[in-house]
């Protein structure tokens, strides 16, 4: 019975430990009325967005959502940080999966321009 629970508590931590691998952070940062990288390509997966506020001197915020569908409605709510990110601080979003296709992101509080993310 002992072998069994070994056996049970080892391919669920390799379990765990393939998932936890399987997500990337996607650093992306704002100054005042633009994001500092204006295009972003991925590869199909699992990724955090962080998003850091570089002294814009304002909360900012973080939208994706499919290109020519940015009304609030398609917007990829997983993706919103899950806080504003205060003047000089940072701010994660959840974790999105994402399929192939070109995407958007902005800030609406800061506001900046669309800026391309695709994926592939």
């Known amino acids: 019975m002992k072998k069994v629970i070994a056996i049970l508590v080892v391919v669920l931590g390799a379990v765990m430990n393939v998932n936890a691998q399987e997500v990337k952070t996607v650093s992306?940062?704002?100054?005042?009325?633009?994001?500092t990288q204006k295009s972003v390509t991925l590869s199909e997966g699992t990724y955090i967005f962080e998003i850091a506020n570089s002294n814009v001197g304002k909360d900012v915020g973080f939208v994706?959502?499919?290109?020519?569908?940015?009304?609030?409605?398609?917007?990829?709510?997983?993706?919103?940080?899950?806080?504003?990110?205060?003047?000089?601080?940072?701010?994660?979003?959840?974790?999105?999966?994402?399929k192939k296709g070109e995407y958007v992101y902005f800030c609406p509080l800061n506001p900046t321009p669309q800026y391309t993310l695709i994926v592939k």
Do not use: R
């Open 28 to 35: 992306l940062e704002q100054t005042k009325g633009e994001f």
């Open 64 to 98: 994706l959502a499919p290109k020519g569908k940015t009304d609030q409605a398609n917007h990829i709510k997983e993706a919103y940080v899950t806080s504003l990110a205060k003047n000089n601080t940072k701010s994660t979003s959840k974790k999105v999966k994402l």
